[in-house]
């Protein structure tokens, strides 16, 4: 794992254990606050509640385990052989009770997929997703916020509102990053108060929702909410814009550049140097700007016209927007967009498989650090295998398959070409793997020019992003040109 063996700050994985040290040794009010025994320059917490008490609970069987294993001070930097296992099972665990049942219970509840072997299919591809794979187990993650939002989505295909209000709350509250998927289901949600009636069922609803949203915070922050210091203790941790556009979160080590994420800002920075150019202020309210003028489209269209179909767009196409444009990103937060887009696999399983490759060929800089070079080079073929394999994938780029024939027969007059876009879509697609193949190699195998020792890293972000730039149009036009609830049950 990235830091290992490697003081002051060790990596992701000392982040962790240490987070149970301090949960476990000290008071809840100090958890957040900077004092003699909890440095926040040294990995202090900076997420929400929920993941802190994850941090306490595996700080108690750790406890019993081996006491030296978050013992207050003298644990920094354990990195035994037992500790890690014992590490890596939290995370199998965590997968084992979140995140693989909602993927699997997901992918048996699609009308799509209503025959068992196709959803086992489903499933497979969702389960093989390289990105995750790599990040959680590799780069040391927990998938609870993905898991918890994921159950969210669950609950909604049911029509269980509540209950998948709850599981986005606990969800946020464990990452604020899901915040990239908030307003979907804000919207959704409004969207169905709206087509019950505000005057009648909606308003009930819309009561439901909101008292269900205020409990569920309520308990989450519950041991911080007696003193508003420690509240907004807790937002400045969670909220630190004073660390610039690109400083997503303390780098602890001189060789982790955070500014080759492959978003907008990281790369226009190649040309213009928006640091030194605008004030952080400015970056700021830029880059909230652009975002929401980015997802404002498909958020009008899921509140006016509201369809599990169209939530399921939305939750790629919000994320993505978040991704691309906004403030202080991290290359791990492109999972926040793949999740979504394997929930519509089953849909799209050409333009999905796509995205999903160059996710994860994004994230291949941050990969060579944490030495993942060999699982990148396995995983990501057994998934364009199995995708292949399981949904000929290559057979599927008719406008039809890819969800635009409303937007193609609105262009039908217009443009010549439409009759040979299955041929250039293919081309384009193995163009495009062509490309990241031959990046993945270059970065691996050869040293950087000594005047640009960044030339591979800024490679991939630039042509990644450029992917992403091009997903975000087709993913908004998708949601724009469909017909009004297509192949949705009226909602009631």
Known sequence: FLGAGKPPMYGDYEAQRHWQEITYNLPIRQWYFNTSDNNLLYWGLDYPPLTAYHSFVCAYIAKLINPEWVALHTSRGHESQPHKLFMRTTVFVADLLVYIPAVILYCFSLKETSAKKKASICALCILLYPGLILIDHGHFQYPLSLGLALWAVLCLSHDWDLLGSVAFCLALNYKQMELYHSLPFFCYLLGKCFKKGLKGKGLVLLAKLAGTVLVSFAACWLPFGTDVEQIMQV???????????????????????????????????????????????????????????????????????PSLRGFKFALVSCALSFFLFSFQVHEKSILLVSIPVCLIINEIPFMATWFLLVSTFSLLPLLLKDELLLPYAVTTPAFLAVCLASFSILEKTSAEDLQLKAFSLSLKGYVSWFKSFPRIVRSLFLLSLSLMGLLSVLSAALPPPQRLPDLFPVAVAVVSCLHFLLFLVYFNVVILWDSKNRGQKKIS
């Open 235 to 305: 937002l400045r941790r969670l909220f630190p814009i004073d660390r610039g556009l690109f400083e997503a979160c303390m780098f602890s080590s001189p060789t982790h550049c955070p500014d080759k994420v492959a978003n907008v800002w990281c790369s226009l920075s190649v040309l213009i140097k928006i640091k030194n150019v605008i004030s952080p202020r400015t970056q700021l309210k830029l880059s909230f700007a652009v975002t929401f003028l980015s997802l404002l489209p498909a958020c009008i269209k899921l509140t006016v016209q």
